[in-house]
């Protein structure tokens, strides 16, 4: 934590993971592990380093990122402090313990004559478009995969994804005075965000996913006009649908443009796209990896979370992957806090994890 990490991408003074990046990478080595640095954007480095086990065996990765979220109101965000059993700072809960904890586990896990090899992987970019772990599973491939992100002890085997939307109406720019000419865009984007509303609620009466609920949509950004006395001529509502396993960005950009309504002459033209969009994932409660962590874990509480995790990139890389990190509070807020006792915890379950896993 003292190490300050936060994305640049999210603001712009951070500094990136160069800096944490090259301190992960000289500890892993010292700790005798094989230790690459993976680099596609400059100075925005990941690190992955591979215990290599004795041969026959299956292969695990640990994952966590390195970045953060900036300071916001937080005091001394990056001296952290210990009180109570709980370490506070920017980071400590999310989610630089868990690094920790996965760094600690592969210096420990040397002494347990691992036939398979344990792969640590620190990434960056999470927090915005997680370009780290996108590129290293570019070079890196496992049997399973464990993301550290905090879950309370809990083991996490699902998650929501999500697709970012625009949608633009086109209009016609006129002076204020001549109706017979201008077509309003921003009046006409009002059916679309009426649609939305009504979408959310039938979403929300439509069928569950056992863990996950369903899926959301609403607005998030809107933009448009010049002036008080000109008809705009566009104007672009951004939207956030929020997607569980069975849903993806084809789905979602077909309920948009169901959404618009029929063209006819004299109306603002509509049209859809999606931005960005991110899986939902799953793995099955009864699948060989969740039944290997629930039994060193001591069969915690199975959970679904409804944010988005690098979780989902390794699922669909092949690479069954569930979730399972230490107990605290206050991610991207002013007062962050992760429980000690919890990470140590962590540590335990992590290499018992990797002996039950890679031999």
């Not at 969009?277 to 039994?295: F, K, M, W």
Request: proline share 6%; hydrophobic share 40%; charged share 20%.
């Amino acid at each position: 934590m003292a190490i300050e990490s936060v994305n640049p991408d999210l603001v712009p003074s951070g500094s990136g993971e160069s800096a944490i990046a090259a301190f992960v990478a000289s500890w892993l080595r010292d700790a005798g592990l094989e230790v690459s640095v993976v680099e596609p954007v400059p100075g925005r480095p990941s690190v992955v380093g591979v215990l290599r086990g004795s041969g026959g065996g299956r292969s695990l990765m640990l994952n966590a990122h390195m970045d953060t979220v900036g300071a916001g109101g937080m005091t001394s965000a990056f001296s952290p402090s210990v009180r109570d059993g709980r370490v506070y700072g920017r980071g400590a809960y999310d989610m630089k313990a868990s690094l920790a904890a996965i760094m600690v586990a592969a210096r420990e896990a040397r002494s347990l004559g691992l036939k398979g090899d344990l792969i640590i992987t620190g990434v960056a970019d999470e927090e915005v478009a997680s370009l780290g772990t996108s590129a290293v599973l570019e070079q890196f491939r496992a049997d399973y995969g464990l993301v550290t992100e905090p879950t309370e002890l809990r083991l996490c085997i699902a998650h929501k994804g999500f697709v970012w939307l625009e949608v633009e109406t086109t209009g016609v720019a006129a002076h204020g005075s001549r109706s017979d000419l201008g077509v309003d865009a921003i009046a006409h984007m009002g059916p679309i965000l009426n649609g939305v509303l009504d979408l959310n609620r039938r979403l929300h009466e439509g069928p569950r996913h056992g863990l996950l609920g369903t899926g959301s949509i609403h607005a998030s950004l809107i933009e448009g006009g010049q002036e008080m006395s000109t008809y705009p001529a566009r104007c672009v509502a951004k939207l956030e649908r929020r997607t569980v396993p069975g849903e993806d960005g084809a789905s979602v950009l077909r309920e948009i443009e169901d959404l618009s309504p029929p063209h006819s002459p004299g109306r603002a033209r509509v049209g859809a796209r999606v931005v960005l969009e991110r899986p939902p994932s799953e793995v099955a409660p009864n699948h060989p990896l969740s039944r290997a962590v629930a039994q060193v874990a001591g069969d915690p509480v199975i959970i679904g979370v409804a944010y988005w995790m690098d979780m989902a990139l390794l699922n669909a890389a092949g690479i069954p992957c569930v979730a399972y990190g230490p107990e605290g509070e206050g991610e991207h807020a002013d007062v962050e806090w992760v429980d000690a006792a919890s990470v140590q915890k962590c540590v335990e379950v992590y290499l018992r994890a990797a002996e039950l896993l890679c031999n």
